[in-house]
T-cell receptor, first 111, second 111 residues
Framework: DTAVSQTPKYLVTQMGNDKSIKCEQNLGHDTMYWYKQDSKKFLKIMFSYNNKELIINETVPNRFSPKSPDKAHLNLHINSLELGDSAVYFC??????????FGPGTRLTVL | EDQVTQSPEALRLQEGESSSLNCSYTVSGLRGLFWYRQDPGKGPEFLFTLYSAGEEKEKERLKATLTKKESFLHITAPKPEDSATYLCAVQASGANSKLTFGKGITLSVRP
């Protein structure tokens, strides 16, 4: 029944490693997003895909690479992890009225 | 650049004590204003979308209103389970415009 799901929920890793976070939505939406929420709880958009096409790419280091194999999935791969990458990452999808529905989040801790 | 300012940062209420949360915004043509609720350790949960000044929407004890410069989330007779962080976001006109979030208001309702 889950609308937007993410895996894993927690990710603890060493600096310099490469990791991926997966996202899937079963709402039939065409547009999906990745957000980063920092320690002060501020939500900031990173990327948006519409029907597998990148449409928003905020000022994000190119160590972050989103990939959308189909319109129901949007994965986030991060190379050479840094301490400052520690945050909660949220996936979301958007309906035709503009309302976005968020996943449960992935808490990334870089040691 | 689109901006969203929420106030106060934190609000403590007694159960049954009604109050309002403020969201002031500047945007180049408003496509929509969105309210979300976020519980600790979870993703933002969609509450309301408002599209034009004068519009109001209600859900249980919550009522959202919109003017050309701000939105209010009125909470009538709150209960402890209303305790959460409430996020406001705006989306500018334009097919692929992003959501810009405020920093949120943390509401605590004491029994």
């Amino acid at each position: 029944d889950t609308a937007v799901s993410q895996t894993p929920k927690y990710l603890v890793t060493q600096m310099g490693n490469d990791k991926s976070i997966k996202c899937e939505q079963n709402l039939g939406h065409d547009t999906m997003y990745w957000y980063k929420q920092d320690s002060k709880k501020f939500l900031k958009i990173m990327f948006s895909y519409n029907n597998k096409e990148l449409i928003i790419n905020e000022t994000v280091p190119n160590r972050f690479s989103p990939k959308s194999p189909d319109k129901a999935h949007l994965n986030l791969h991060i190379n050479s992890l840094e301490l400052g990458d520690s945050a909660v990452y949220f996936c979301a999808s958007r309906n035709g009225g503009g309302s976005q529905y968020f996943g449960p989040g992935t808490r990334l801790t870089v040691l | 650049e689109d901006q969203v300012t929420q106030s106060p940062e934190a609000l403590r209420l007694q159960e049954g004590e009604s109050s309002s949360l403020n969201c002031s915004y500047t945007v180049s043509g408003l496509r929509g204003l969105f309210w979300y609720r976020q519980d600790p350790g979870k993703g933002p949960e969609f509450l309301f979308t408002l599209y034009s000044a004068g519009e109001e929407k209600e859900k249980e004890r919550l009522k959202a209103t919109l003017t050309k410069k701000e939105s209010f989330l009125h909470i009538t007779a709150p209960k402890p389970e209303d305790s959460a962080t409430y996020l406001c976001a705006v989306q500018a006109s334009g097919a692929n415009s992003k959501l810009t979030f405020g920093k949120g208001i943390t509401l605590s309702v004491r029994p």
